[in-house]
Every structure is written in structure tokens, then in C-alpha cells.
């Protein structure tokens, strides 16, 4: 289901365990749940959130909008049970939508997370380097 408001505080929970940082955490999301460019998936069990997908449309110089996974996270208990592919579906179907095609990012050793990506329908478009200049 498409988050809202009230999974701001059980996203801070599952993301940040100290109490400053939960704060910084929901601000940071409600910030997110209030863009057009951004979405953000939860799936749940009793509850409690057991996984998440946020997606944000990417609009850049020179490279046609896409949809990008920027995270996509299962609870190890429930991985296995589907719950990956159906917040990676709410995605794409976004990005049907809109008429734009999606991307996501891993790192290059993550392999089972590739053969994830794989199953889903994703093909491998590139290779990089990832660089930071850090202030």
C-alpha cells in the first residue's frame, strides 16, 4: 500500500533506532510523502512494517525521466514471500503511468539482489564508479 502519515512513525521505527534520529527520520519522510516526485511503498504484517520501497522520478540533463528504486527493503523473516516484487510492481506501475521506464542502483556485490532484479524483469544497463566528496 502507498504510504501516508500515519506510517511515518513506524518507518522512523524500522529505520532509525535512536530517538533523535526517528525524529530527523519522520521529518525527513514527510517531507518525501508530500512530493509528486516521490513514493513511497509499505507493506505490513500485523502491524508492523516488513517492507518498504521508495521510488523517486529522476529528471536529469541529456537523459530521458525514469522512476528510480532508491530503496527497497523485506524484513528477512518475510523475504521469500513475494512481498519484494509486489512493492518493485507498484513501482513500475507508477512509472506505466507516467509513460517512463524504471532503474534501480546495486551495489556491484550484491548478487542476490541481482538475480532479484533480474527475476523481476530488470536487465543490467551499466556499470560505474560511485564518488563522494565528503565536507
Known sequence: ??????DVERL???LTPAAESKRRSA???SQLLNSN?????????????????????????GVAPFIE???LIVDEGY?????GSKLV??????????GVSVRVRSNSKRDATHKFYQAQGFTLLKQQHVFEFDL
Request: aromatic share 6%; hydrophobic share 50%; net charge negative.
Open 27 to 29: 521529518n525527513g519522510l
Open 89 to 98: 510492481e507498484e513501482a513500475i506501475l507508477w512509472a506505466k503511468s507516467i
Open 79 to 83: 523475504r521469500g514471500e513475494g512481498i
Open 1 to 6: 500500500m502507498l504510504a501516508d502519515k500515519d
Open 37 to 61: 516526485e516521490h513514493r513511497i511503498w509499505v507493506a505490513d504484517s500485523d502491524e508492523a512494517v516488513v517492507g518498504w520501497l521508495h521510488a523517486c522520478l529522476a529528471v536529469r540533463v
Open 12 to 14: 522512523a521505527q524500522v
Open 69 to 71: 528504486i532508491s530503496g
